[in-house]
């Protein structure tokens, strides 16, 4: 985050492993939410505990998720896993790297742990306010990142993400053998399938939050501070 | 920048038609199909050879065990052998064996049992659970004695899927010989019944659904899986591209 020299309001923002993350996980889970889609439509009821079939009580029925939104379109299990099993090791592995990185390298120490009374009610009020009147900082303010922003990307790295991934593991009959704790932690196969399908939603609505912030926040800029690691500092308001 | 949700529709469509041709490719499919010889190699990495599969209490199994696939078999061969109460049925062991074998139900009855409280998964997402009783596999691998150049073993079923093919499925070794492996004859202490594939079936603990062959009728030991079917180990492996490696 030192800014760099000319011009002088383009600064480094997002260091390599950061941005390569964040384009593979664009692709990734684009993947693995349209294939999982074509999964789950292969049976579309949800059970708690440990076992759960036609017979059994569903939390959960729906029809079909439609052909425009699965993948592949038309229905075809075999490929709808085929896409997923790939895509998902790729994905945790790159988790993985990410979050040794990141906290190795000091990027969650640096930009993403709470600073001293910023977590003070006031402080966290004060946040939410700004931002729900998309009152942005500017100018060097803009490298940090508030609150809200904060929670929600730990949130993500070190749970959400990881939830899913653990969740989708414990639906593996091999995995159960290997790792027979992960069914325990999760109540039973069929607990962990809801969940899995419930994280996913939770997902897609953090990226849905998460890229209207990009296109309120000027989405030429984010993107490219993405893409090429370079910011420019928002303008002080008059 | 203006998006409407039409546009976003067909944006979406647009990219996964996309995908729908990179997987017509065919560098993309074997990257794709490849994936699962990663899960298994994982897998067996990460797990003992003879971890067990979850096993249950009573109280947690299934108030109905659900029957998928074939329901009833309904071949003049297959409905002559249920009528004599499978009396007249025989269970082949041959290929790569020292010993083949013919087996009937009342000989498999008297050889040493494993009863086991296991869940049944389906590639579709489903779960049951449900109470097997069946003779292990390795018994009967012993007893006829397995060749050195054996490395599969393969279900031939009596159910036709249609044009006279029979339903077959395919094990490695680890999976044969591991102690949950079982040939079922019982379900929550009753005869198998024919939705479930009486009179035996499969039972391998540790992979979906679709590896658990019902209505068993010949046991064949093998090399390659190349000459069976169309050369991958299983009827919906060959017809649907489903996964040779079924644990996950």
């Known amino acids: 985050m030192e800014p760099h020299h000319a011009p002088a309001d383009l600064v480094r923002r997002h260091r390599g492993p950061t941005r390569l993350w964040h384009w593979l996980n664009a692709l990734l889970l684009y993947i693995l939410f349209t294939s999982g889609l074509g999964i789950f439509n292969a049976h579309p009821r949800l059970y708690w505990g440990q076992y759960g079939a036609n017979f059994d009580h569903a939390w959960l029925e729906l029809d079909r998720f439609p052909g425009w939104i699965t993948l592949p379109a038309l229905y075809n299990l075999a490929l709808s896993r085929h896409w997923h099993l790939t895509a998902a090791p790729i994905f945790a592995f790159a988790l993985l790297f990410y979050m040794v990185w990141s906290l190795a390298g000091g990027h969650i120490a640096r930009d993403l742990a709470f600073r001293r009374g910023e977590l003070a009610p006031r402080h966290v009020w004060q946040d939410i306010c700004d931002h729900a009147r998309l009152r942005f900082p500017t100018g060097a303010a803009a490298l940090r990142y508030n609150v809200l922003q904060k929670a929600s990307y730990i949130a993500v790295i070190f749970l959400a993400l990881p939830l899913l991934i653990l969740t989708g593991l414990t639906m593996s009959p091999g995995m159960n053998a290997a790792w027979p704790w992960l069914v325990d932690l999760f109540g039973g196969r069929q607990s962990a399938r809801s969940i899995h399908f419930l994280a996913a939603f939770a997902l897609v609505a953090f990226f849905l939050v998460h890229i209207v912030m990009v296109l309120l926040a000027g989405p030429v800029n984010e993107i490219m501070s993405m893409i090429t690691g370079r910011y420019r500092l928002p303008k002080d308001r008059p | ?248």
């Open chain 2, 1 to 248: 920048m203006i998006l409407t949700r039409r546009t976003l529709l067909l944006g979406a469509a647009a990219t996964l038609a996309g995908c729908d041709r990179i997987a017509r490719q065919s560098l993309a499919r074997d990257i794709l199909f490849s994936a699962d010889n990663f899960h298994q190699w994982a897998q067996r990495t990460i797990m003992a050879r003879d971890a067990l599969a979850q096993e249950f209490r009573p109280e947690q199994i299934s108030p109905i065990f659900r029957a998928n696939g074939t329901a009833n078999p309904n071949t003049p061969a297959y409905k002559a052998l249920w009528r004599s109460g499978f009396a007249d049925w025989r269970l082949r062991v041959d290929g790569l064996v020292a010993r083949p074998l013919s087996l009937s139900l009342s000989q498999l009855h008297a050889l040493p049992h494993r009863e086991q409280i296991t869940r049944h998964d389906c590639v579709e997402g489903w779960s049951a659970i449900g109470k097997w009783r069946g003779v292990p596999l390795k018994l009967l691998l012993d007893g006829a004695g397995l060749r050195d150049r054996a490395r599969y073993i393969v279900f031939h079923c009596a159910d036709d899927m249609g044009g006279g093919t029979a339903y077959y499925e395919s094990i490695d070794l680890i999976d044969a010989f591991h102690p949950q492996t079982i040939l079922a004859f019982a379900l929550n202490d009753r005869p198998l019944s024919v939705a479930n594939g009486a009179p035996l079936r499969l039972r391998v603990e540790r992979q979906l659904g679709y590896k658990q062959a019902k209505y068993l009728m010949r046991i064949e030991a093998v090399e390659s899986l190349l000459t069976i079917g169309r050369g991958k180990g299983g009827f919906w492996e060959d017809r649907a591209n489903y996964d040779w490696y079924a644990g996950i």
